[in-house]
């Protein structure tokens, strides 16, 4: 399975659950291509930091960008059980040929009333590229840097679930320092001494629903 990670803004998380994601799918046994498809290269920084913090990171890394990223994607399906892409926080390139390509796409959205306006961007770019996929992707949207407890948190999860375009899924990730503190270092936060109990359930809740919860065959 190829799985995006795609916004068109920034510091909603992306880059930080793309290589949790990377990093849960390889401990669960699985052959990971992580591919950095972002100009700022968070996911090589964080591989970096992983290969000096534990020596093997578990997955291979390669950097990829612009239109070409559709073509060598397609061209490495084969050789993985999952690929994971990185992609910058806006509308590119890179960001249309990895939802081209993809066969999932993961749109975190921060519970703020700014992050919410940009919800008819996204609807347009899902919708383009829908156009020209011969298989339609899915778009999942969810909470991410969620407040632990706000309003806010139940009044964007509404929003988000109205539109027919998107999946909206009920799986949360909070604000927490736990992810912070772990990519610092190189390690996704069940990798941690002491890991946050609560910010490892929320990702085995969300990566379970999107490695299990649909019916997509693998890459290999």
Do not use: C
């Amino acid at each position: 399975m190829v799985i995006s990670f795609n916004s068109i803004k920034g510091g909603v998380g992306k880059s930080t659950l793309a290589v949790n994601f990377a990093a849960w799918l390889a401990k669960e046994g699985h052959d990971v291509l992580l591919v950095d498809g972002d100009e700022q290269e968070t996911a090589s920084d964080f591989t970096a930091w992983r290969e000096q913090t534990i020596g093997n990171t578990g997955y291979t890394l390669v950097n990829m960008t612009g239109a070409n990223l559709r073509k060598q994607v397609e061209q490495m399906k084969p050789k993985y059980d999952h690929i994971v892409i990185d992609t910058g926080g806006r509308d590119t390139t890179s960001q249309r040929a990895a939802l081209s390509v993809a066969d999932v796409s993961m749109i975190p959205f921060a519970p703020r009333s700014f992050d919410l306006w940009t919800i008819n961007k996204v609807i347009e770019v899902i919708d383009e590229v829908q156009a020209i996929r011969a298989e339609p992707i899915i778009p999942y949207v969810f909470l991410s840097r969620a407040d632990i407890k706000s309003a806010d948190n139940r009044e964007v999860a509404q929003a988000l679930a109205t539109y027919e375009q998107i999946t909206y899924v009920p799986y949360a990730i909070s604000n927490r320092k736990a992810f912070s503190n772990a990519a610092g270092v190189g390690l996704a936060v069940f990798e941690m001494v002491q890991p946050d109990l609560k910010a490892v359930a929320e990702i085995n809740a969300l990566f379970n629903h999107v490695l299990h919860g649909n019916h997509i065959t693998t890459g290999a």
